[in-house]
């Protein structure tokens, strides 16, 4: 079975710019969630969907925006780029929280 | 709020020395989950175990090993006789009860160096 597959894998973008990342959660899981991981630092959390709702955001701007489709797969958007939105994002699906996360590989952003 | 903390940035140690990667965490829920996952140079995060907060009984997995204990709030990863392999950035996360699903929440690493 495919993992979470995330792209593009690489993106460089201008300041100012709009930015989308996709996501395709393993077949049958229900919720997806997007984290950014500034280099040096831990993942931090940005959304969470679960079936196609809403579920979580964590504490981003409104540069910032998700969805969910009827396939579960996810977009990330980020909106009027600047330099600190540097960063690799990364994509984790699951069946809930008692079944663990697995992660994608990341989309790699730099912003110049 | 909850609170992942691991105070070791950065560990080296030479090939086939035990390591221990120390995880203190902070939640108010009596029912929760807490992670290791592996994040190697490429980058992806590699899931390594979970436990939930009604489960103390130590794990063992081949060379990895797990302590929990509720009383501390910790939950510490040992290493038996490391490998050059096991180098990588390590992390802790903490998730809450949420049947959909729940926000991980991250340590922010300790950064492992075996060397040969």
């Known amino acids: 079975d495919a993992g979470v597959t995330q792209s593009p894998t690489h993106l460089i973008k201008t300041r100012g710019q709009q930015v989308t990342l996709r996501c395709s959660p393993i077949?049958?899981?229900?919720?997806v969630s997007w984290y950014q991981q500034v280099l040096g630092q831990g993942p931090q959390f940005i959304f969470q969907?679960?079936?196609?709702?809403?579920?979580g955001r964590g504490n981003f701007p409104d540069r910032f925006s998700a969805r969910q489709f009827p396939n579960y797969s996810s977009e990330l958007n980020v909106n009027a780029l600047l330099l600190g939105d540097s960063a690799l994002y990364l994509c984790a699906s699951s069946w809930g929280a008692d079944y663990g996360y697995t992660f994608g590989s990341g989309t790699r952003l730099t912003v110049v | 709020a909850q609170k992942v903390t691991q105070a070791q940035t950065e560990i080296s140690v030479v090939e086939k020395e035990d390591v221990t990667l120390d995880c203190v965490y902070e939640t108010r829920d009596t029912t929760y989950y807490l992670f290791w996952y592996k994040q190697p140079p490429s980058g992806e995060l590699v899931f390594l175990i979970r436990r939930n907060s009604f489960d103390e009984q130590n794990e063992i997995s081949g060379r990895y090993s797990w302590n929990f204990q509720k009383s501390t709030s910790s939950f510490n990863f040992t290493i038996t006789a490391s490998q050059v392999v096991d180098s990588a950035v390590y992390f802790c996360?903490?998730?809450?009860?949420?049947?959909?699903?729940?926000?991980?929440?991250f340590g922010g690493g300790t950064r492992l160096m075996v060397k040969p």
């Open positions: 077949s049958g899981h229900k919720s």
């Open positions: 969907y679960y079936e196609k709702e809403e579920r």
């Open positions: 996360a903490l998730s809450e009860d949420n049947n959909a699903g729940n926000m991980l929440t």
